[in-house]
């Protein structure tokens, strides 16, 4: 059974930092595109970030210059990290695995498998 678990939530100030993690089990981690996604209170779950299992990289406009991900296919882990936080990045941030194997996609319906969410707070 597919599990991801996400760790590194929290509360910060506005220009404060965090790292999220996400570790997975159950899975032949390293031949499957990742991707972290956020929901605030009353909007849609939107994609942060996804990253193929070749490393190939994509950002959402709105954290472009601010967080990367990254993945260690060795540990099985995708991390989120983020910096320049704003208020507007209050949200609860799940990690997600591509349906498909060697495939990458923006597309919330092609990931199969999602974490529980970690509550990520910014304010002062």
């Known amino acids: 059974q597919v599990q991801l678990v996400e760790s590194g939530g929290g509360l910060v100030q506005p220009g404060g930092s965090l790292r999220l993690s996400c570790a997975a089990s159950g899975t032949r981690f390293s031949i499957n595109a990742m991707g972290w996604y956020r929901q605030a209170p009353g909007k849609q779950r939107e994609l942060v970030a996804t990253?193929?299992?070749?490393?190939?990289?994509n950002y959402a406009d709105s954290v472009k210059g601010r967080f990367t991900i990254s993945r260690d296919n060795a540990k099985n882990t995708v991390d989120l990290q983020m910096n320049s936080l704003k208020p507007e990045d209050t949200a609860v941030y799940y990690c997600a695995r591509v349906r498909n194997p060697g495939w990458t996609s923006t597309v919330r319906d092609d990931y199969d498998y999602w974490g529980q969410g970690t509550q990520v707070t910014v304010s002062s």
């Open positions: 990253i193929t299992n070749g490393g190939s990289i």
